[in-house]
């Protein structure tokens, strides 16, 4: 753009989660190895590395040993061996212990922040010479004039509610690259216009979503089991709808516990923020918090869709990698090293690819046959069927994840398609109202309370980042056919009905916490998610 300043690198990666980083520290990694000169700069758009970052987190340690085989010696926070894996069924007032599932058994694995983690991660890759860049939202993808993606834009800042620029305004910069790696995590807005630009998602299933909502507590000591890790199914969710819950016992007397819910959900009246709060007073889950107190809140969305969901990864100029592109292990229930070994394939693929050209943007096409001939792709494509039997619903899922599991061994000869998630929505006059209990502000919160203690701030003068494509269809649509479920699927009280004394959607922007399931979940796909002003969202410390 004109009058804006521009920084030219090799190779730019946008988002300082574990891909990006792995992707990172991999490239400088190689390029010392070969003694060549080769800038890499990260932008990340929360307020510092790790602001963003939530997850369970039951940590892997393969891809981390892979990329930095002395980790522990360089003081990696992974500290909390997993040693005690429960499964558990639950109905409304008992609890039945089940087998362990094979992907789900934590042998080897760490119960830690995945937020300490990537914080650790990026003093790695400052060690190693990369230029890291917190509070620098990627705004908008940059092409050359033959069409070629060469670098990104970042967001100006200090524009005001209007659109007009303050007296703060600071444009944004250019950031210029011969190859550029999108690592956004699930839904990015910058992987959105690259997916319709270069129609990657032609040849692939639709992807499909769960959204995460995690809490942090510190418990009495007395009730303390450090690395004891907890997942359930069944109550409170019906039988049609996927989900389950996890409950890990971390260092220092701390507790992560959270819920995860496919959005593919049919019923318009369903709340995953209030199943999650109901899921904690069960008979079997209450004693745990008894005395404790909860200290942070957050929430995502995680892409679950498995290897047929997969977009073309390559694309003049660029790749995707992590959550960006979806790979998740649904059934591990784990993404942090899968994205890591995808972001340091894709360093190896970017590498090689940078040798033999001579200037300018490439596309790093080897990287998607690095992944198929990688332990990554076999454990994707082992998993595939998992998440996708659950159309069926619980039952008829769990009688065929055993059969995966133990007998075919995920290596069942067929593949088992997905359904796009804002297409299961069924018509609210289908479907009957769920009566949630209120909070009783011991184990169970509402909403506002719960935004307050993620520590999200956006500045408030700033134009909204929910845009609406048609909002006649707010009303038109989502309320008259299904109620305006944005009021129940938000976990942060962003959209809300007001009647004054005619029907209007509000949307309040500043509750963000940026899991963009109104993006997803809109049953119109009218909702559109992009990045605010930097440095703003949430600011999670160990999620």
């Given amino acids: 753009m004109a009058g804006r300043?521009?920084?030219?690198?090799?190779?730019?990666?946008?988002?300082?989660?574990?891909?990006?980083?792995?992707?990172?520290?991999?490239?400088?990694?190689?390029?010392?190895?070969?003694?060549?000169?080769?800038?890499?700069?990260?932008i990340e758009k929360g307020s510092e590395i790790g602001a963003h970052?939530?997850?369970?987190?039951?940590?892997?340690?393969?891809?981390l040993a892979e990329l930095i085989p002395d980790w522990r010696e360089k003081g990696a926070p992974l500290a909390v061996a997993a040693n005690d894996d429960r499964f558990l069924y639950l109905t409304r007032n008992r609890a039945f212990r089940l087998p362990t599932p094979p992907p789900m058994r934590n042998e080897g694995n760490y119960v830690a922040s995945l937020g300490l983690l990537v914080r650790w991660l990026a003093r790695q890759a400052e060690e190693l010479g990369v230029e890291l860049f917190p509070g620098f939202a990627g705004a908008e993808v940059l092409y050359d004039e033959t069409g070629r993606v060469r670098g990104v834009a970042t967001g100006d800042m200090g524009v005001g509610r209007d659109g007009?620029?303050?007296?703060?305004?600071?444009?944004?910069?250019?950031?210029?690259?011969?190859?550029?790696?999108?690592?956004?995590?699930?839904?990015?807005?910058?992987?959105?216009?690259?997916?319709a630009r270069f129609d990657l998602r032609r040849d692939c299933d639709p992807q499909t979503y769960g959204l995460g909502i995690k809490e942090l507590w510190e418990i009495d000591p007395a009730l303390h089991r450090p690395g004891r890790v907890i997942h359930s199914i069944g109550w409170p969710l019906d039988w049609r709808t996927y989900g389950g819950s996890f409950l890990y016992h971390a260092a220092d007397n701390k507790v992560s516990v959270g819920f995860v819910v496919g959005l593919d959900?049919?019923?318009?009246?369903?709340s995953p923020f209030?199943?999650?709060?109901?899921?904690?007073?069960?008979?079997?889950?209450?004693?745990?918090?008894?005395?404790?107190?909860?200290?942070?809140?957050?929430?995502r969305a995680i892409s679950a869709g498995g290897?047929?969901?997969?977009?073309?990864?390559?694309?003049?100029?660029?790749?995707?990698?992590?959550?960006?592109?979806?790979?998740?292990?649904?059934?591990?229930?784990?993404?942090?090293?899968?994205?890591?070994?995808?972001?340091?394939?894709?360093?190896?693929?970017?590498f090689a690819a940078l040798a033999g050209a001579e200037s300018g943007p490439v596309e790093a096409a080897h990287y998607p046959e690095l992944l198929r001939r990688s332990w990554l792709w076999d454990e994707l494509h082992r998993a595939r069927n998992?998440?996708?039997?659950?159309?069926?619903?619980?039952?008829?899922?769990?009688?065929?994840?055993?059969l995966d599991a133990y007998l075919l061994r995920g290596r069942a000869p067929w593949t088992l398609a997905n359904r796009a998630d804002h297409l299961r929505l069924k018509p609210a006059a289908d479907?009957?109202?769920?009566?949630?209990?209120?909070?009783?502000?011991?184990?169970?919160?509402?909403?506002l309370s719960s935004v307050f203690i993620s520590g999200t701030n956006h500045e408030e003068n700033q134009p909204s980042h929910l845009h609406l494509r048609d909002p006649e269809v707010a009303l038109d649509v989502n309320l008259a056919l299904y109620d305006a479920p944005e009021q129940r699927y938000c976990p942060a009280g962003v959209y809300e009905i007001v009647r004054d004394p005619r029907a209007r959607l509000q949307i309040n922007s500043p509750n963000c916490v940026h899991c963009k399931t109104c993006d997803i979940k809109d049953p119109t796909q009218n909702i559109d998610w992009v990045v605010p002003e930097g440095g703003g969202g949430p600011n999670y410390a160990e999620m």
């Fill in 5 to 42: 300043d521009s920084l030219t690198f090799d190779v730019v990666i946008v988002g300082g989660g574990p891909a990006g980083l792995a992707a990172a520290i991999r490239l400088r990694q190689l390029a010392q190895a070969q003694g060549r000169e080769l800038s890499v700069c990260l």
């Fill in 53 to 63: 970052i939530l997850s369970g987190a039951v940590i892997e340690p393969r891809a």
């Fill in 164 to 195: 007009k620029p303050t007296a703060n305004f600071q444009p944004g910069v250019d950031l210029l690259a011969r190859q550029t790696i999108i690592a956004e995590g699930c839904r990015g807005s910058l992987a959105k216009t690259l997916m």
């Fill in 265 to 270: 959900y049919e019923n318009p009246y369903l």
């Fill in 274 to 299: 209030e199943e999650f709060q109901r899921f904690k007073t069960h008979p079997a889950i209450r004693p745990t918090f008894a005395g404790g107190r909860r200290i942070a809140y957050g929430a």
């Fill in 307 to 350: 290897p047929q969901s997969l977009p073309r990864l390559t694309f003049p100029g660029g790749l995707l990698i992590g959550d960006a592109a979806g790979f998740l292990n649904a059934p591990k229930i784990k993404g942090t090293h899968t994205a890591m070994k995808s972001g340091m394939l894709a360093a190896e693929a970017v």
């Fill in 386 to 402: 998992i998440k996708p039997a659950f159309h069926w619903g619980l039952y008829a899922a769990m009688a065929y994840g055993a």
């Fill in 431 to 447: 479907c009957r109202p769920i009566a949630y209990p209120k909070p009783d502000g011991l184990v169970s919160f509402d909403r």
